[in-house]
């Protein structure tokens, strides 16, 4: 399964799970981002950290520490 980091401009993907710290993955789902959401990655920083993704209509900006844990599925 594939996380966040590997997702190009643009491309719609399902999450299917969330794998990170205890901390991390409460923060992520106060965001909105729970399993079974579809989100789609809006901008990237050269480096590839933040990364910013639109769940809902609004725009979420992730850490690479946080985008790792979030495994998700292409449409």
């Not at 950290?49 to 495994?71: H, M, T, Y």
């Amino acid at each position: 399964m594939e996380n966040l980091l590997s997702l190009k401009l643009g491309q719609l993907a399902r999450v299917k799970d969330i794998r990170t710290e205890n901390h991390i993955d409460q923060r992520i789902l106060s965001l909105g981002i729970g399993k079974d959401v579809q989100l789609k990655v809006c901008k990237i920083a050269p480096l590839g950290d933040p990364i910013a993704v639109e769940v809902d209509g609004a725009q979420i900006v992730l850490r690479k520490s946080e985008a790792e844990g979030i495994l998700v599925e292409p449409v």
